[in-house]
């Protein structure tokens, strides 16, 4: 799962693997509150540095406008967004990418537990300003 053409790709490549041992673990069906909590509790047996629901500042132009609660952000670089629903909908790619965009983060991954296999998008912030 390791592709070099990606950023960040080792980092997001052991999310991912955390995120698959949670579902093959617990499989679909739960609220997401329970994906969320086990979700940080293997990312703590894998080493994965991550801190769970940090306020991060919505940014219009030079001001802010508001704050939003990321799911997860992983090692000050990937944001995580997790989900736990019948089907993703382009409306929460969409979302997720608009939040990468506010943050100024330039890698995130929108992570979702509810389908009976899991699914994951790999997301990249075009707009991103180093």
């Known amino acids: 799962m390791i592709k070099p053409e ?17 579902h093959s673990f617990l499989g679909n069906g739960f609220q997401e509150v329970i994906y969320q909590r086990a979700f940080s509790y293997e990312m703590e047996l894998r080493n994965i ?10 940014m ?4 802010q406008v508001g704050q939003r609660r990321v799911d997860f ?5 990937v944001s995580v967004e997790i ?21 100024n983060l330039e890698v995130g991954l ?8 899991l699914k994951f ?4 912030n075009k707009k991103f300003k180093s």
Do not use: C, W
């Open 83 to 103: 989900k736990a629903l019948i089907q993703l909908e382009p409306v929460h790619l969409a979302q997720a990418i608009n939040y990468l965009e506010a943050y």
């Open 49 to 58: 540095l991550h801190a769970r629901e940090v306020e991060m500042s919505v």
């Open 60 to 63: 219009y132009k030079d001001i």
């Open 121 to 124: 998008h790999r997301l990249v």
């Open 110 to 117: 929108l992570i979702n537990f509810g389908e009976t296999k």
């Open 6 to 22: 990606y950023k960040y790709s080792e980092l997001t490549s052991k999310i991912i693997g955390a995120a698959m041992e949670v």
């Open 73 to 77: 952000l992983v090692d000050e670089k």
